[in-house]
Structure formats: C-alpha cells, structure tokens
C-alpha cells in the first residue's frame, strides 16, 4: 500500500505561494495522487488531481515529477480562506479495489 | 443538489449499546467508504464498498460492521461500543464513471462513547 508524507504544519502569509511537497515512494503505476483541503469540523473537499507531470485547475497547481515518488500543491497567493488542512492521497485501488490511504496532512495557517 | 448525508451528526453513547450511523447519497454513486478521524492520525479508512452487496476491510475495521442493500445507502454499525471508538466520522462516495474520480465526503459524526 502507498504511504504518503507530508509536513505536519506550514505557516504562510497573505498573498504569497504556498507549496505543500507529498513524498509517496511506494506509488504504484495505476495510482493517482489527489489533494484534498479540510476546513475544521467539515468533510474533505477534492481540490485536484494528476498522474504525472503538471495539472492546474482554478485553485491549485500539482507537479509531479517523473519518477512519481513526491508531487508538491501550489496554492498560488493564499488568503485566509486557505487555513485548513490538506491531505495528499495516493489511489490503491488495482482492479476492483477502492483502498484508499490518507496521511495525516498538512495544516496550513494563513497570517494576515 | 448532490451530496452526501449522515445521520445523526452527534451521538453521546454508552459503551455496550449498539448504534448505527447512516450515510445516504443521492448521486448513484457505486463506491462508497467510511472514515475515522482522530487527531494526529488523519483520516483512516474503516470499510468501504464498490457496489451493492460488495464491502471490505480498510486499515481499521475492527470493531464495525457495514452493509450494502441498496446503492445510497451505506450504514456504519458498531455492535458493542467502546470508548476508543469516540471519534468523528466521515462518510464518502464516489464513481468510476467519472473522469477525475474524487470521492464527497458527508458533513461527518462526532461520536462519544461514554
């Protein structure tokens, strides 16, 4: 099973680029890496997902680099909003598995 | 609106009595999973289920039964309740028909067993 790791805390201020790095070495060739954000008291909400090289949507950046063995989130200018935790989740699921494996994330804190 | 739902959002409980959470989606969704929390863990997968009839083991299912009669519809039982079950719980669900598979979390349960 994929492990992932990732910092246990950041903190970053208004308006700068925040990059969260997921080390997960043990990827297998079908996985997927998706980044979820947690606000307290609140389910995950999916912020994005890739399999190799960059993927960007309007939120967030991932890179992934080829051997697949980390991948980093940007959060391009972060506002206050962004306080919350993120989790970087490898997909384990070879045919007609759906096992999925969080880490315990990363808690970003925003400062004014 | 598409989402995920649970029942009851807080539960007080004694060790012994048995309770059920349900989880609900209205998304026809095949996979649906349920989630621990606990702090300095992170979210541990408990059991999940690919389709109606069809569940397994994630990293911590002891002490929880499942099942999955109907496709919106996935319980969490836990028959005899200890205080290491006190957490909060998260249902999910998701569909391989969709390009980017995500999984919608519920709003959650926070679980104390007294």
């Known amino acids: 099973l994929a492990k992932t790791t990732q910092p246990i805390s950041m903190d970053s201020y208004e308006g700068q680029e925040v990059n969260i790095t997921c080390s997960h070495n043990n990827i297998a060739t079908n996985d997927y890496i998706t980044w979820y954000q947690q606000f307290p008291s609140q389910g995950p909400r999916f912020i994005i997902q890739?399999?190799?090289t960059k993927v960007t949507n309007e939120v967030a950046s991932l890179f992934i680099p080829a051997d697949r063995k980390s991948s980093t989130l940007s959060l391009p200018r972060v506002s206050l909003s962004d306080t919350a935790v993120y989790y970087c989740?490898?997909?384990?699921?070879?045919?007609?598995?759906?096992?999925?494996?969080f880490g315990t994330g990363t808690r970003l804190k925003v400062l004014a | 609106e598409a989402q995920v739902t649970q029942n009851p959002r807080y539960l007080i409980t004694v060790t012994g009595k048995k309770l059920t959470v349900t989880c609900s989606q209205n998304?026809?969704?095949?996979?649906m999973s349920w989630y621990r929390q606990d702090p300095g863990l992170g979210l541990r997968q408990i059991y999940y289920?690919?389709?109606?009839?069809?569940?397994d083991k994630g990293d911590v299912p002891e002490g929880y039964k499942v099942s999955r009669k109907e496709k919106r519809n996935f319980p969490l039982i836990l028959e005899s309740p200890s205080p290491n079950q006190t957490s909060l719980y998260f249902c999910a669900s998701s569909s391989d028909r969709e390009v980017i598979e995500t999984q919608y979390f519920g709003p959650g349960t926070r679980l104390l067993v007294l």
């Open positions: 890739g399999y190799k």
């Open positions: 989740l490898v997909g384990d699921k070879p045919p007609g598995t759906y096992k999925y494996i």
């Open positions: 998304m026809n969704h095949e996979y």
């Open positions: 289920s690919m389709n109606v009839e069809v569940t």
